[in-house]
């Protein structure tokens, strides 16, 4: 599978953190070490902090992401947000489905798909999360569990735009643990995906989507993590929120 045919993408999931100043200041530290960066750096932030995030990203490279979105364009869905929304305000990505949202928001592969048909329709990139539970690898059933979550997520979305998505592998059991899949793990989970969209689109779409890893990398992992031949950036929660160690990892994900 041919790496340097996708692009390396490392985005930062500030989850429930950060006020409107204390993001404005975090950009400004990330400012002058994203600049002239050779991968694609996203900041995926608060719903409160995206038009300042979009403001404070003017003329650098870096993208502005949210961390949800609602499937319909517009109605009677209190506190929620949607794609068109998103894209008026600036934001050009979008994460679905992370584990935190399938955990405690009661997110279903269905939503997943309903959402991410939704972030496409409105323009956005969805990045679809997917990733095993601790007792599902234990049984040994990730393969099955993250090709479902695959193909549900994917139901009904055709080879243009699935071409354009970004798919994050996330086991759960790494996320904010500090306990972080090994590289093969990683790898192998990643390679599982991409055969899965090529079972599903063909080998030109598989070869030209970017998979994620995302699940406590840090900046003493990111490396190894980045060289994986499928591993093509990464999803990044805790260590997003320290302007040097994202540092760290968006320049291995230029090496890489
Ligand atoms: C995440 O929230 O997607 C994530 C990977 O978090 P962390 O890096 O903190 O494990």
């Known amino acids: 599978m041919k790496k340097e045919l996708r692009k390396a993408i490392i985005a930062g999931n500030w989850k429930m953190n950060k006020t409107r100043p204390e993001a404005q200041q975090l950009i400004n530290e990330l ?40 499937f319909e364009a517009n109605g009677a869905y209190t506190g929620e947000i949607s ?11 979008v994460i679905i489905g992370h584990s935190e949202r399938r955990q405690y928001f009661g997110e279903t592969d269905e939503t997943v798909n309903k959402r991410t048909k939704a972030a496409l329709a409105g323009g956005l990139i969805p990045i679809v999360c997917v990733g095993e539970l601790l007792w599902e690898r234990e049984a040994n059933i990730t393969e099955e569990v993250v090709s479902r979550q695959i193909k549900l997520a994917f139901a009904g979305i055709g080879a243009a735009d ?5 798919i994050a592998y996330e086991p759960v ?12 793990q990683a790898q192998e989970a990643c390679k599982l995906i991409r055969g899965r969209l090529e ?6 779409v598989a070869d030209s989507v970017t998979i994620q890893y ?7 992992n990111a490396a190894e993590l980045l060289a994986k031949e499928d591993v093509d950036g990464g999803l990044i929660g ?12 968006i320049k291995a994900a230029t090496v890489g």
């Open 199 to 204: 079972a599903l689109y063909g080998k030109s």
């Open 83 to 93: 794609a068109v929304m998103l894209k008026e305000i600036g934001a050009e990505y």
């Open 173 to 184: 059991w790494a996320i904010g643990t500090g306990v972080t899949a090994t590289n093969e």
């Open 238 to 249: 805790g260590a997003s929120l320290k302007a040097a160690d994202f540092g760290v990892i």
């Open 31 to 70: 400012k002058p070490i994203a600049n002239g960066i050779g991968c694609e750096v996203v900041i995926c932030v608060p719903f409160t902090s995206l038009a300042a995030a979009v403001e404070a990203v003017k003329d650098t490279g870096i993208k502005v992401g949210a961390q949800n979105v609602h």
């Open 214 to 220: 995302g699940g406590s990398m840090n900046a003493q």
């Open 162 to 166: 699935a071409a354009k998505t970004v």
